[in-house]
Every structure is written in C-alpha cells, then in structure tokens.
C-alpha cells in the first residue's frame, strides 16, 4: 500500500512537471508567434535597404525593433538600443541561425528575436512580457497547489484503504495472540471480505476448527482410555496382591490365579495397543500402493482360521479380481478386525460369509445381530452393547475399522438384516452385516 501512495506521488509529480512544460508552450505560443512575423517582415524590408522603416512598425504587443548593420552601426525606432549579447553577435556573425531568449530592458522583462540578414547585419525584435510572466506565475502557484494538493489526498486515501484493507490482518494478530495466551480453540476470526485477506481469515478459522476438533477428541480419547483402563488395571492389581497368599491356597487356585493375570495382562495389552492405533492422528508410515484386494482378504481369512477354530467356525469365500490403491497393511488390519467381530458374535459351528469384488468387502455372520438402539453407535470409541459387556474386548475393534478405511478414501457400514432361512443353529437371530466400499483402480496386472 505504501508503494502505490508513494508511486501515486511521484505520478502526480511528473504530471505536474508536464503540465507546467505546455502550459509554458501555449502561453508563449502567440507571443514568439508575433516576434517572428515582425522579425521577418523587417528582414524583408532589411533586404531592400529601407531602413526608416523602423518607425512605422506598430502592434498589440508594442514590439522593440533594432537593425544592426554590417558595420556594427544600431538602428533602433527607440531612445535606448538592445544590447548586444553573445546570442545576437553569434546571429550577426552567421553562426546561428536565430536566436530568441527572455532579458531585461529598461529594468521590464521582455523576450527578443534575432535573425540574420541575408545581405548581412541582423535584426532584432523585442516585446514585453509582464502580463506573460504574471500569468505563468499565477499558474504555476496553481498547479504547485494541485499537485501537493494530490499528494496528501493521495497519501490520505492511501492511509485509510491500508488502514481498511489491513484491518481483517488486525483481527487475526489479535486472535492468534488471543489464542496463544488462553489456549482457547473455539475463538474465531470475523470474515468480513471476500478477497485474499478474507481467504486467510477463513483458511486460519479453519485451521482452529481442525486443531479444536483434534484436541477434543484427544481429550476424549485420554477420559475413555482412563476410563477403560481403570477396569483391568484394579483387576491386575487385586489378583497381584493375592500373590502374597499363594502359601494359603492350593494348586488349583494358585493354577486359577495365574490364569486370570495372563488373560488379564493379555486384555490389556490389546487395549493398550488399540490405543496406540486409534489415537495415530499422523499420516501412515506405510506407503500407498495399488494391489489386489481380493488377495488381502484371503490372507487375513488364513490369519482368523486360529480364531475361528476355537468356536468351530468356518468362513464362506467368494471373490473376483480387483485392485484398489491404499495401504495394505493398514487395510489388513480393518479386514482382521471385522473377521474377529464376526467370529465374537458367530454361533458355535456357524458359519461366516465373506465376499470380495468390485473393491467391496462384506462379511455377514449369523449371530445374535445389533439392537436399533446400538447399531448408530458401534463405530464409537469404546463404545460396547449391552449384550457384549460380557465378552471380552475393548470397544475399539470397529472405531479402529472405521479409520483404516477413511484413511483409505472409503467407507464402512453395518447392518443388521433379517434371516431368510436359519444358519447353523442360529434360531430366528438376525446377524451382522458389515461392508467396507474401496475404490478400485483400473491397474492392468494379473
């Protein structure tokens, strides 16, 4: 803003400085005009060796006339001659064509002429110029008052648009400083604008949307994770301090002890694990590649048949090639995570269907399925049904699916259909159904 008030400036400046240059012009326009018609007209006369003329030439501008012969000898109609200057005796000699230049004569400004004769000698005409120096005097206080007159208006709207314009640049200084001192997220700046400063108002409004909305759900994450561990850790430290009794107890009960604290141990360690993984906020570490997905899914389905031995189930399989861009190691754990629920919430001997095509991935168990009331809150963090309180787990499981796949530009979603005809002693239950959608690529390999 500072350089466009000073340029301004500098244009008011130059404009005066012409203005001044052909006002000066057109003032002496008709003066020089005048001079030259009666130069020549005497340079005419001159030629013909009429010299009383001098005399008899009158005008507007009561001009002052002399003829300077050959011999040096001043004719003048006037008391008092011009005197003869270096510019004249340079037009007397021929070295100068003309000669013309503003002088004083008799204590008044006038502006003279000089032109040779061709016969030699030279004339010279003068006229006064008074009324011409007042009046280009008067303008050049006018125009020396219009251009200063520019430049403190210039300078004055200048400092009120960069006063305007720098205002939203105000607000927001006030608000970050605001925001650093009292850690307050939820303030935001005033977008009054429309253009580049309001585009960084709301780029910066956004930014405090996104950093209050990460720490909110950091600090949830901390209240659930406290909240979470409160459970297993008095569990563990109860069954520590029974340690100190083992003399009192007998085999079994020392055997009975020594269990709990391995499955304890072992709970937490898989929560504290899904906490290391829900709470990633960063990109990945693994790079994105493209891939076949149906391949993924068949090696997560080896990696579940541990876990789904232990309840006799056993997963259908049916796929076609396809091939996404993401993060495979990452998607695997999403694929192993929903297996795992499903195999939690088979029955016994039930089976698992599973489908891989079009980069789409469902996976339907037939166990005892979702209440109304739970299903919009299973992707929740920690969040657990009432009727999986019982079973073990740490209500991760699905939240952790839920971002593996947005990290991966899909979605995931679960249903809780009806049966159409019972599965494996499954009764009238209706099971879940959980689809994770991909986008495939168009990658030609086999």
Sequence with gaps: MLAATISTCVIVIFTSIAALVVIRHEVYLPVNSRLNYTANLLVHFAQRGRYPFLKKIEGPFSPISQLITPAGTILTD??????VTKGIQAVLNGTENSYSANTTYQGSPIRLLALPVPNGGAVVVGTPITAVLNQMHNLQHLIIFIAL??????GLLGWLVARAA???????ATTVERVSQTMDLSQRVDVTTKDELGGLASNFNQLLQALEQSTTRQRQLVQDAAHELRTPLTS???NTELINRLGEMDIKEQQQLSSDVLAQLEELSVLVNDLVVLAREEEPS????DFRLDALVSDALERAQSHARIK???????SQPCWIHGIPE???????????NAIKWSHRGGTIQVCCQNGNV????????????????VFDRFYRATSARELPGSGLGLAIVKQIVEENKGKVSIYSPPLVEEKNGGGNEQGTLVIIELVTTKATKD
Excluded at 78 to 83: E, Q
Excluded at 166 to 172: D, E, T, V
Excluded at 286 to 289: I, L, R, V, Y
Excluded at 330 to 340: F, G, H, P
């Design 236 to 238: 563990l430290r109860t």
């Design 166 to 172: 720098l205002q939203p640049l105000r607000k927001l």
């Design 312 to 318: 006799e189930c056993t997963f259908s399989y049916t």
């Design 286 to 289: 693994h790079p994105s590649k």
């Design 330 to 340: 990452r998607l695997m754990r999403a694929i192993s995570n929903v297996l795992d």
């Design 149 to 154: 007159s520019g430049i403190v208006l210039a």
């Design 78 to 83: 006037n008391s008092v001659p011009i005197p």
């Design 362 to 377: 469902s996976v339907r168990d037939y166990g005892a399925g979702i209440t109304e009331e739970d299903l919009p809150h």
